[in-house]
């Protein structure tokens, strides 16, 4: 799967559980929201790397949002289950979350490396 459309559905599954946890909590509280403000930032670089010219820069972007989105979540995760624990939302939240970002990151990277041996083979 080309990461440009790895980009897209990461950035839509953590739009969704930001949607899920609102819907489920109730609270009106926008930490909630925490997944979507990293999502929407990643569907916008997955539509951008729809175009050929900024493919490259778009996805670099895009997986150094997400990496950035693990390193958060498990430091939130870390805090939360280390002090009061949280309540059981959030701590699934921030778990689907460290999750989502860290699969989008093996498959980003795991593409990328794939992509690289292709040009190497086709160079030689």
């Known amino acids: 799967m080309p990461v440009r459309t790895l980009t897209l559905v990461a950035g839509a599954l953590l739009v969704a559980l930001a949607a899920a ?3 489920i909590s109730r609270s009106g509280s926008p930490t909630v929201w925490i997944p979507a403000f990293l999502g929407v930032p990643l569907l916008i670089c997955g539509l951008v790397a729809l175009k050929p010219a900024a493919r490259a820069a778009a996805v670099h972007i895009a997986l150094v949002l997400g990496l950035l989105g693990a390193v958060a979540s498990l430091w ?5 289950v280390g ?5 059981a939302l959030s701590t699934v939240s921030q778990l689907a979350m460290f999750v989502i970002c860290t699969m989008y990151l ?4 795991r593409s990328f490396a794939a992509a690289r041996r292709a040009r190497k083979r086709a160079a030689a």
Request: hydrophobic content about 45%; charged content about 20%.
């Open 83 to 87: 002090s009061d624990g949280g309540t």
């Open 21 to 23: 946890a609102a819907a």
């Open 76 to 80: 939130k995760l870390i805090d939360t």
């Open 106 to 109: 093996v498959l980003g990277i």
